[in-house]
Structure formats: structure tokens, C-alpha cells
């Protein structure tokens, strides 16, 4: 069994800086990819960022490129977000999400998160204007 832990939401105001950092425990793997998705109230989940691989490859979602760093070691199961200049549009439930080696199903990309087999409890990040 794999847990990912995160931590580090809170409440700021617009403009403020946050960081979030997930780790995993119990039976850890290598993963191939770990991300954070984010879920604001009477919304979808959405994808935030991911990194991908050895090399590591970074991919953002548009709103957050440029505001939003992700940074981890994938072998080790630990995965950052460092989050400035945050908008109250930024306020949601943040969860990470790590995926076990092995190629993506037909149609999926990293982007979804179907592309995840493991996930945090996640963490509540809220920007007051």
C-alpha cells in the first residue's frame, strides 16, 4: 500500500506565496510521474502540474505557468509545488498524485488524472482577495 502525504496549504492573501510538498510512504516504487491536481468548489478536478520521468520534464497548466514551480525526485517519491503570486481564483483543494512505471493507456495523457494510481488526502489552499 502506497499513502502520499501532502502539506503546506493555509490561507493567504492575493499575491502571497505558498509551498506544498507531497511524500510517499509504505510500499514506494520508483514512480514515473507524480503531479498535482486541484479541485475548487462545484468544480471538476483539474490538472495543476506534472513531472515527468528521468530527465524530469515539467508541464503546467496554462494559469499557473510562470506563477507555479514543480520540482521532485520521482525515484524517491517526493514531489513540490512551489505556488507565487496567487490569485483567489488559486483557492481549491490541492492533491498529489503519483503513477507506478509503465506506459500510459491508449488515449490517456498525463494531463488526466486517470493517468494517476495514487493519491493524497489532499490540502487546502484558500487567497483572499
Known amino acids: 500500500q502506497v499513502q502520499l502525504v501532502e502539506a503546506g496549504g493555509g490561507l493567504v492573501q492575493a499575491g502571497a506565496s505558498l509551498r506544498l510538498s507531497c511524500t510517499a510512504s509504505?510500499?514506494?516504487?520508483?514512480?514515473?510521474?507524480m503531479g498535482w491536481f486541484r479541485q475548487a468548489p462545484g468544480k471538476e478536478r483539474e490538472f495543476v502540474a506534472t513531472i515527468i520521468g528521468s530527465p524530469n520534464y515539467r508541464y503546467y497548466q496554462d494559469s499557473v505557468k510562470g506563477r507555479f514551480t514543480i520540482s521532485g525526485d520521482n525515484a524517491k517519491n517526493t514531489v513540490d509545488l512551489q505556488m507565487n503570486s496567487l490569485k483567489p481564483e488559486d483557492t481549491a483543494v490541492y492533491y498529489c498524485a503519483a503513477r507506478r512505471p509503465g506506459p500510459l493507456s491508449f488515449g490517456t495523457t498525463y494531463y488526466q488524472s486517470d493517468a494517476y494510481d495514487y493519491w493524497g488526502q489532499g490540502t487546502q489552499v484558500t487567497v483572499s482577495s
Open positions: 509504505g510500499r514506494t516504487f520508483s514512480s514515473s510521474a
